[in-house]
Each structure stands twice: as C-alpha cells, then as structure tokens.
C-alpha cells in the first residue's frame, strides 16, 4: 500500500521560507501525481500544489510565484519550498498522491501525519 510521511514545519515569521518533504514508504509513487494540501482549523483541506511526470507543476492562485514543487526520483520524495510566508499560510500540511490530476483531496490517497506550519506576523 505504501504512505507518504511529511516533516519539516515549524514556526517562521511573515517573509520567511521553509521547505516541507514528502517522503515515500512502503512503495513508489514515482507514476503518480503527488499533491500537497492543507487545512487550517475550521476550514477544508485545500489544494497547493501538485507535481507528476506528465504535467508542469501546478499551484494554487494564493500560493503561486511564492511556493516551488519539486521531486527527487531517487529519494523517492516530493519537495514544497514556501518562500515569503503569510500569515495566511498557517496550516497543517499534508501529501497524498493519485493515479491523475485532480484538486480535491477526496481523490488522493496514502495520506501522511501532516506537518504544522505556523506563520507569525
């Protein structure tokens, strides 16, 4: 079945950077697309990011230009590095990966822990 296991979160000010990893285990999701979400308290889990090898990476319009997806095939683990952090961005992050494209969670699956976020203004 396999899981995806997400760290590096933690507490930064507005305008910082941070880089998130998704890391497989059990498997490779080498084919498929992964995606980073989030939920903040309250709210649905939304759409970041995504990345696959048939399709550029795509972003969400609130993270786009500040947020950059990539994928290292050998370390079997997805990147997300967040640079000029908001406040806004304070959330539980998650990957999951999927057969295609889709930007609702509902349609990944082998979720991890997620991993906290925390931006201070």
């Known amino acids: 079945q396999g899981q995806l296991v997400e760290s590096g979160g933690g507490l930064v000010q507005a305008g910082g950077s941070l880089r998130l990893s998704c890391a497989a285990s059990g498997r490779t999701f080498e084919s498929y697309v992964v995606a980073w979400f989030r939920q903040a308290p309250g709210k649905e889990r939304e759409f970041v990011a995504a990345?696959?090898?048939?399709?550029?990476?795509l972003y969400s319009d609130s993270v786009k230009g500040r947020f950059t997806i990539s994928r290292d095939n050998t370390k079997n683990t997805v990147y997300l590095q967040m640079n000029s952090l908001k406040p806004e961005d304070t959330a539980v992050y998650y990957c999951?990966?999927?057969?295609?494209?889709?930007?609702?969670?509902?349609?990944?699956?082998?979720w991890g822990q997620g991993t906290q976020v925390t931006v201070s203004s």
């Open positions: 999951g990966a999927a057969p295609v494209f889709s930007g609702n969670s509902l349609h990944y699956a082998n």
């Open positions: 990345i696959s090898r048939v399709l550029s990476p």
